[in-house]
């Protein structure tokens, strides 16, 4: 079965510190990639998404991400968090031409002033 | 209003009772999902609803009932539940074809007495 995989369950970073969470999906197929955010007490918000071209994909607030397809990875990236990236992330991953997606467990990152 | 809203935010049931979720969209989207969102698992997809038609029953119980009266609307009607099904319950809608990125409601916290 399909399956997406975040290796980290829970980060915790100072502030400035760089950020990479991982993301890896099982599918061999096409595939469109997305990264979404749930800051404490909000709802799931697109921080960015990977259809085709660039492999690597500049999101809201300095995020970024990296498709390798190689690896079968999407994973996350920002060169220097802030308090305020404190939220769980979660990697999705939909296989093109369908509407579906696949969730990973999710990552909850902790920014500490 | 803009978005997905859901209603209501909060819900507490004891596990005869009867009640009903509800999800509006408002970004003139063709499809519609329920996803269950426990934790330390990934949300789980419950149903989908494709210009009003079910397309999708990911094996959910029969407790769980969804109704889709028009493209707009997506019910959750709950009957005879079990402590276990105690979660966040998400809505989200989308386009069916082109970049179908989909959009999430705050989702309804249930807790089953």
């Known amino acids: 079965a399909q399956s997406v995989s975040q290796h980290n369950h829970h980060v915790i970073l100072s502030e400035a510190a760089s950020l990479e969470l991982g993301c890896n999906y099982s599918?061999?197929?096409?595939?469109?990639l997305f990264w979404y955010v749930q800051y404490p007490g909000q709802h799931l918000q697109l921080l960015l998404k990977?259809?085709?071209?660039?492999?690597l994909v500049k999101g809201i607030k300095g995020f970024e991400a990296e498709f390798i397809k190689s690896k079968f990875s999407f994973n996350l990236r920002k060169p220097s968090v802030q308090w305020s990236d404190t939220a769980e992330y979660f990697c999705?991953?939909?296989?093109?031409?369908?509407?579906?997606?696949?969730f990973g467990t999710g990552t909850r990152l902790k920014v500490l002033a | 209003e803009t978005g997905v809203t859901q209603t209501p935010r909060h819900l507490v049931m004891g596990m005869t009772n009867k009640k009903s979720l509800k999800c509006e969209q408002h970004?003139?989207?063709?499809?519609m999902y329920w996803y269950k969102q426990s934790a330390k698992k990934p949300l789980e997809l419950m149903f989908v609803?494709?210009?009003?038609?079910?397309?999708e029953n990911n094996s959910v119980p029969s407790r769980f009932s969804p109704e889709c009266p028009n493209s707009s609307h997506l019910f959750l009607h709950l009957h005879t539940l079990q402590p276990e099904d105690s979660a966040l319950y998400l809505c989200?809608?989308?386009?069916?074809?082109?970049?179908?990125?989909?959009?999430f409601g705050p989702g309804t916290r249930l807790t089953v007495l």
């Open positions: 970004l003139g989207h063709n499809a």
């Open positions: 990977y259809f085709s071209g660039d492999p």
């Open positions: 599918y061999g197929g096409t595939v469109n």
């Open positions: 609803y494709n210009f009003k038609e079910q397309t």
């Open positions: 999705a991953v939909m296989h093109s031409g369908t509407y579906k997606y696949i």
């Open positions: 989200a809608s989308s386009q069916v074809s082109g970049y179908n990125e989909q959009f």
